[in-house]
């Protein structure tokens, strides 16, 4: 690791292997923006966390090669906490039991600020380069809102070189799959190979589409099915 990589990775407090045998690293980013009420909050992290043991999510991380995985939280430009002590990689069942309780156990770190998914979107872009060199990287975002504060997402994919990674999203609200809030998560925030959404109606939606989310995530290429929604960049 580069001294510029290696002290992002201390801001960061990112642990975890300098070198890792694995096929994916994958980002987690969950939305705690004002938006988001504390009901809302706790269906989002007890979802995720139901969703990364769910018998056909733990088969499908521990199908192949390893999987690495980073979480974090973000809502204003500034505000990126992380859910995780830092990256881990998915050898088996264990590990990902460890990080469903970490997340289930975590606590908001704000709950009054603007939605800045530029920012986030620049926290894992630095993630990635501080964690482990898998043969594929992915930034799964979550999110209700349109993103309100900071830089825009576009302007982030212009200013750092996001080539190779794929983000997707779930978006969580909006009436129906070509609402607006939808159709702005497909042409804005989607980047990347294969780059595909995840519509869910409401936060009680949340562990399900999170749970088809990461089973799409996690596919081989050699069975990876159609691509969901529409990419860009």
């Known amino acids: 690791m580069t001294g510029t990589l290696a002290a992002v990775a201390v801001a960061l407090g990112l642990a975890g292997p300098a070198a890792a045998d694995c096929r994916l690293a994958l980002v987690l980013a969950l939305d705690i923006s004002s938006s988001v009420d504390a009901t809302e909050d706790r269906l989002q992290r007890e979802g995720l966390a139901g969703a990364l043991v769910a018998p056909e999510v733990v088969r499908a991380f521990l199908t192949g090669e390893p999987v690495a995985i980073f979480a974090f939280e973000w809502s204003g430009s500034r505000v990126q906490t992380p859910l995780l002590p830092g990256w881990m990689v998915v050898r088996g069942e264990p590990d990902l039991r460890r990080a469903a309780e970490a997340i289930a156990g975590s606590e908001r770190s704000r709950d009054d600020l603007n939605t800045a998914l530029g920012a986030a979107l620049r926290h894992a872009w630095e993630a990635l380069q501080a964690g482990p060199p898998c043969r594929t990287r992915t930034v799964d975002v979550s999110s209700d809102g349109i993103s309100n504060a900071g830089a825009d997402p576009g302007e982030v ?11 997707n999203a779930l978006v969580i609200g909006g009436e129906a799959e070509d609402s ?11 980047h990347g190979p294969d780059a595909f959404l995840i519509h869910a109606r409401d936060f009680g939606d949340y562990e399900q589409a999170m749970v088809s989310k990461l089973l799409r995530e996690l596919e081989l290429p050699e069975v990876a099915g159609a691509v969901l929604g529409g990419a860009s960049g």
């Open 180 to 190: 607006p809030l939808v159709d702005w998560f497909r042409w804005e925030v989607l």
């Open 157 to 167: 994919y212009a200013a750092l070189p996001f080539e190779g990674v794929t983000v």
